[in-house]
Structures are given as structure tokens and as C-alpha cells.
């Protein structure tokens, strides 16, 4: 193709649930188009686009992979996108960089799952053009009507391009319902006969272009008028009037096949490049200036200044880190310098890359609106965006992706420490929806993923890609303990061994702070009766028993230490010696104030369709939540939960509300305040944690 002819791109996602056949799809389409000379296949591990060994072995897609073919004179970018919801978050940032999607469909009907429905809803956010295809129409009960009953239930409008020649077993090809033409296949090589179609396909072809032709006119008020005149609509009027009513989202045009037999995939090549829109085609996109903050629109124009936005990030311990972005304006070719603008800093393209699945081919340059990926860039990560320096601009980043589940990480092996940590930030920079940080009071490395399945495979790679191995654990709650009364007490510690002794004596007054407050220390002694060089070591002393706690050894919290008494000995006191005696000062007041324990309580943001959403309601309050209230969420049928729920009610929360919800459920976790214990809890911790006390000391 042309270097300057954007008009002849098209950056395609494959997009559904998990489970579909996106990838057999995808496969199909590259050994149509001749990219590939033979059909890869999933169930073998031969396919284009499986390029991890943990999709290998899963057969389904943990990230989404890219490979590229020619199909009459243009150039197809094509993404084969993840459609489990662990690991959506990598198909949504990917719609970012497409101009067009193949929904692909189940050909039994009632399949329509909360993945579909969610991309089909970035879809629409990003008034991404989108055609279906009906996939695996070689199998028992198979028809291109039990599919649009999917499509109707995403809110699409179908228009069904054509009707199926044979059924089941006997599927053998396909009939353009426009046209009148029919495709018949011949064997698994993707061979065909282009003539009329059979006499048990023509009837109801004939049928499906009435019902197409007035599809199409309703989408456009001119044909509209002209149909309802009678007027016979000419191909031509069909095709453009097809074509505008799919870019606008108006109408979802519905192709079958069996791709598995390299079936029915030549059409959807046509479809590909004849319905779906060039980068040229699509709106400018917008962002800022970073130096004045101005609006700035960019087109698909290869003469503009040059940007690009990076979409995604892959990681090779080998090959190092590449990014993966789309060429937004002007062009990108070897040495070229430019600005990374949204961190304020420089990199250098070495050679762009054409990623084919697992392998990357060189290239000289490459225009808007194409994909490719460039190696070994600094400091640049998905959703930066590089730009020419003397034009600048910043787009939106991706999409930030909620935590839905956390695990603590235990290396197998102390050798293994270090690999773990530089293994997973390895990690993070290729995942976007992973994350790992350090909790200070329980000391662990807690990782936090999408769900349970989206951190075994994390773990798989760690131990892969970076040798090292770790368990997941369910995360400690970092409980406090606190006080609700006030007392006095004395410690005093006292100890004679020959030559100098220990002498030192204190008396300590401790008072509940408000909730949040923390810890103070007032030193309140008059008269000289502790030495002035003495009460720092009081208060470190009660420091370190705020940090071991007493109860159940949480960190003690919302407390006020008031030293206001004492005595001391010239020889035998020392700071050691108050420091104990702050100890056993503190401690004794503390058994006497009506010691309790704090629990961290979770915002929950839960959103749910409104018929699972009593039973939500009650299974939040059966986890001890309190509802903050419920709204409907735009015109989609959905509500928005809000509550307060005690952390650990919720560490497995994720598959608990799939299953409530048939996996339609979502939800949105952040930490917001802690409050005292149930006194029935609070016993179970303490006795828990006084029997782990025990066994370590025994």
C-alpha cells in the first residue's frame, strides 16, 4: 500500500465473551487474506495469535495480541482481544487505538454475557463502527436467528447481510443477500465457487433482502422517503446508504460463517474494508497542550505534526519492553526525536515495528493512523503519549481499571525476594490492572488484580518469565486497638545486679483521642521529680508498645499518653530505665481503659441490573454493611450501590457477587474509615491472635 494512503487502513479489534471463537476468527482471517499460509488453530497450539504459553495451555486469550495482513489493496491492523473479564481491561484499552470492531457471536443464541455487554458499551463510548459475525455455523443447532436474539438484547439493530447454504454439518457457504451472489466452499482450504445460489437458499435470501432493504432505509430519511414512495432503491443507494448506517452506529450488519472450515471469511474481509471507516474517516482526536493547557484537535493527517499515543506495553525478559501505539498524526520513522508529554520528557525511536503475534517485523516508517510498536524507549508506558516537541500534545490517559480482589504474595524461597519484586513491576508495566504495594502495619506484599483467575495467571508469568515463585495467600486485616475510657497507672522498673542498678519510675495518664486523630504525647511533669533528659525516653518506650499493641498486637491508635509523675535515682536511673518503665506504665493504664479493637471499613461502589438488586441489598447486609443508598445509572437498566462494609467481610467478594449476579455484577472497593469491632468479633481476632502469640513463643 501507499505510505500516504491512511484512507486504506483499518485497525480492527475482534471483540466478544470469552469463549466465542475470537481467536479462531482472527486466525481465519489472516489465512484468508494469505498473511499466513496455513489456518492456525487454537485446540493444537498452532494459533497466530495464542502467543503466551499460558494461552496455550488455557486455550482462551489473557492479553490481546496484534498481527496484520493485506485484503484488496488495504492494510488490516488486527487485534484479537481478550473475553474473559479478568483480563478485559487490556480489550478496552486496545478499542482506544481501533476504527472498527467484529463482534463475534455464538450461533445457539441466549449467550450474550456481561463481557459482551461491557466491550459493546465501550463500543458505543467511543462510537466505535462495529459488524457481527456469527461464528461456528457448522454446529448442531445452529442459526443466524438464535444469534440476533444476542444482538437485540445488547440494544443493537441487526441488518443481515446473509443467509447461510446448508445447515449444521451440511453448512457449506454463504449467500450475499444484496447481491444475489452465492459463495460455496470446497474442503478446509478456504476455496470457494462464486455463482448463483441453491434453490433451498434463494427463497429465504430473497425474504432477508426485503427485510435488508428496509433496514437500510429507515437509517437514512432520503431512502426512507423514496421507499415509501415505492421508489426500487438501486445497489448503489443499498451500498452507501449500508455503509454510512454502520460508520454511525445506526445499524449492526450480521455475517455468518464457520471459520474453523474457512468458512464465510472472505466476505467478512469485504465487510471489513467496505463497512468499517479508515482512521481518515473518524473524528480528529482531542487533547491538550501541556505547555498552555489549550484544547488541541488531531486528525489522521500524515503532513501534521507527528503524535502518538501508547495503548499497550509488552514485556520480554529477552527482547526487553516494547510500546505498542497508534500513529495518531503525521509520521513515525527510525531516529526519530521526540517528547513523551505526559511525563515532561525525551525519547528516541529506533525502528518501527509490525508486530505479527509473537514475532516483530522492521519497517521504515509508518503514517497515521497505523499501529506499530518501537523497543527500548526510556520512560514511556501505556497511556503516554509521544508527540513532536515543538507541537506538543497530551491525550487522556487509559482508563483507570478498580481493584476487585487482593492476595498477600509469599515467596517460595528467600531467594526468590528480591526476583518477586523486580519481577512484578515487570509485570505491572505490561498489566495495567495490576498492582502490588507494601502494607506497613502487617508487613506484607499484597497484590491486587481484576479477579482470582487474573492473579494465577500473574503468578504463572512471574515464575516463567522471571524464575521466581510465589503462593497467594488471603491478605491479613490490618485491625488497630484503641481505648474507650481513661486511667491512671504507675511502671516502675527496679533492678539492683551489684555496682550501678536500674531505677526508673513513672506515671502515666492515657485518655481516648477522636477517631483519626493518631497519637500524642504530653509531658505534663513539674518540680524536676523525672530529669528533663529522661521523658524522651518515656515516650520512645510507649512509641514502641504503640506499635506492638497489647490485646491481640495491632498497632494501638487515637490515644493521648499524659506523663505527670515520677521519680528517679542519681545513680542507678538511665534513659534504658525509663524506657521500660514507659512500658509497664503504658501498658497498665491501657488494661484499664477499656481496651478495643478497630476494623477498617470499605467503600463499595457495587453496580448491578436492577433485578439482582435486592438480593445484592441483602447479602451486603448479611457482611454486617450499611447501605448508603442506591441510583440508577444513566438509561442502561443498572444501579449504582453505595456502602460501608467491613474489610473483612469483603476479601472474596468478587466471585461472590458473580455468582449472584450470572456475572453481570461489578464493583468498586476503596478504604474509608475505621470503627470499632462487633464485641463477638473482636473476641474471635484477640483469641485468634493471642494463640498465634502462644505458638510462636512456645
Not at 444501579?639 to 467491613?646: D, E, L
Amino acid at each position: 500500500m501507499s505510505a500516504e494512503d491512511v484512507a486504506r487502513l483499518r485497525n480492527v479489534a475482534i471483540v466478544g465473551q470469552g469463549g466465542a471463537g475470537k481467536t479462531t476468527v482472527a486466525d481465519a482471517l489472516l489465512f484468508a487474506a494469505g498473511a499466513t499460509s496455513r489456518l492456525g488453530r487454537v485446540d493444537d497450539g498452532s494459533s497466530a495469535f495464542d502467543v503466551e504459553p499460558e494461552e496455550v495451555r488455557r486455550k482462551s486469550s489473557i492479553t490481546a495480541t496484534l498481527h496484520h495482513a493485506g485484503w484488496r489493496k488495504h492494510e488490516l491492523n488486527l487485534i484479537d482481544t481478550p473475553g474473559y473479564s479478568a483480563f478485559l481491561h487490556d480489550t478496552r484499552n486496545c478499542l482506544r487505538a481501533a476504527t472498527g470492531a467484529v463482534l463475534v457471536l455464538g450461533p445457539t443464541g441466549g449467550e450474550t454475557k456481561v463481557e459482551a455487554e461491557k466491550v459493546w458499551a465501550w463500543c458505543e463510548e467511543l462510537a466505535l463502527p462495529r459488524i457481527a459475525f456469527v461464528t461456528r455455523m457448522d454446529r448442531e443447532r445452529a442459526t443466524v436467528e438464535h444469534a440476533l436474539e444476542d444482538v437485540k438484547a445488547i440494544g443493537a439493530t441487526p441488518a443481515v447481510l446473509q443467509v447461510p447454504i446448508g445447515a449444521e454439518a451440511e453448512f457449506r457457504g454463504v449467500v450475499d443477500v444484496l447481491s444475489g451472489k452465492a459463495f460455496l466452499y470446497q474442503g478446509e482450504s478456504g476455496t470457494f465457487q462464486e455463482g448463483a445460489p441453491p434453490a433451498d437458499a434463494a427463497e429465504a435470501a430473497s425474504k432477508a433482502r426485503d427485510r435488508l432493504v428496509e433496514t437500510i432505509a429507515e437509517a437514512n430519511d432520503a431512502l426512507l422517503e423514496k421507499y415509501l414512495e415505492g421508489t426500487e432503491l438501486g445497489a448503489e443507494e443499498l451500498r452507501e446508504g449500508l455503509r454510512e448506517a454502520a460508520r454511525a452506529g445506526k445499524i449492526l450488519p450480521v455475517l455468518c460463517g464457520a471459520p474453523g472450515k474457512a468458512i464465510g471469511v472472505h466476505p467478512l474481509l469485504d465487510a471489513i474494508v467496505d463497512l468499517l471507516p479508515s482512521p481518515a474517516d473518524l473524528p480528529p482526536w482531542k487533547g491538550d497542550n501541556p505547555r498552555t493547557g489549550e484544547e488541541v484537535e488531531r486528525a489522521a493527517d500524515p503532513t501534521a505534526p507527528f503524535a502518538a499515543y501508547v495503548f499497550k506495553t509488552i514485556v520480554d525478559p529477552f527482547a526487553g519492553k516494547l510500546a505498542v501505539l497508534r500513529v495518531v498524526s503525521g509520521r513515525i520513522h527510525a531516529d526519530l526525536n521526540c517528547a513523551n508529554t505526559a511525563r515532561d520528557g525525551r525519547e528516541r525511536i529506533g525502528h518501527p515495528l509490525k508486530l505479527e503475534g509473537k514475532k516483530q517485523t522492521q519497517i521504515p516508517s509508518a503514517v497515521a493512523g497505523d499501529i506499530v510498536a518501537v523497543a527500548k524507549l526510556k520512560e514511556t508506558a501505556s497511556g503516554d503519549t509521544l508527540a513532536d516537541e515543538k507541537s506538543p500534545v497530551v491525550f487522556p490517559p487509559l482508563p483507570d481499571t478498580p481493584a476487585a480482589i487482593s492476595f498477600a504474595l509469599q515467596p517460595k524461597s528467600k531467594a526468590d525476594d528480591e526476583k518477586v519484586m523486580q519481577g512484578l513491576h515487570r509485570l505491572m508495566e505490561e498489566d495495567t490492572a495490576l498492582r502490588v504495594h507494601r502494607d506497613e502495619q502487617t508487613k506484607e506484599f499484597v497484590v491486587s488484580g481484576t479477579g482470582q483467575l487474573h492473579l494465577e495467571v500473574a503468578v504463572e508469568r512471574l515464575k516463567r518469565k522471571f524464575g521466581a515463585e510465589v503462593e497467594l495467600k488471603a491478605p491479613k486485616v490490618p485491625y488497630k486497638e484503641t481505648i474507650k475510657g481513661t486511667a491512671k497507672a504507675q511502671g516502675k522498673h527496679k533492678k539492683q545486679t551489684g555496682g550501678h542498678g536500674q531505677y526508673g519510675d513513672c506515671w502515666l495518664e492515657l485518655s481516648p483521642l477522636p477517631r483519626g486523630k493518631g497519637f500524642e504525647f504530653e509531658d505534663a511533669v513539674v518540680g524536676g521529680v523525672i530529669p528533663r533528659n529522661f521523658i524522651p525516653a518515656v515516650e520512645k518506650g510507649v512509641r514502641e508498645v504503640l506499635a506492638e499493641g497489647i490485646i491481640a498486637g495491632y498497632p494501638i491508635v487515637d490515644v493521648k499518653a499524659k506523663l505527670y509523675f515520677g521519680s528517679y535515682h542519681d545513680v542507678d536511673s538511665s534513659e534504658m530505665s525509663f524506657k521500660i518503665a514507659g512500658r509497664l506504665a503504658f501498658k497498665a493504664a491501657f488494661e484499664q481503659c477499656r481496651p478495643c479493637l478497630l476494623e477498617p471499613i470499605m467503600t463499595m461502589r457495587v453496580t448491578v441490573p436492577g433485578e439482582f438488586m435486592g438480593d445484592v441489598i441483602g447479602d451486603l447486609n448479611s457482611r454486617r454493611g450499611k447501605v448508603l443508598g442506591a441510583e440508577p445509572k444513566g438509561s442502561t437498566g443498572q444501579q449504582v450501590i453505595r456502602a460501608n462494609v467491613p474489610m473483612a467481610e469483603v476479601l472474596r467478594y468478587a466471585p461472590d457477587l458473580r455468582s449472584m449476579t450470572s456475572g453481570r455484577g461489578d464493583f468498586e472497593l476503596e478504604f474509608s474509615h475505621y470503627e470499632e469491632a462487633p464485641p463477638h468479633i473482636a473476641e474471635k481476632i484477640i483469641k485468634q491472635a493471642q494463640a498465634a502469640r502462644a505458638e510462636r513463643h512456645a
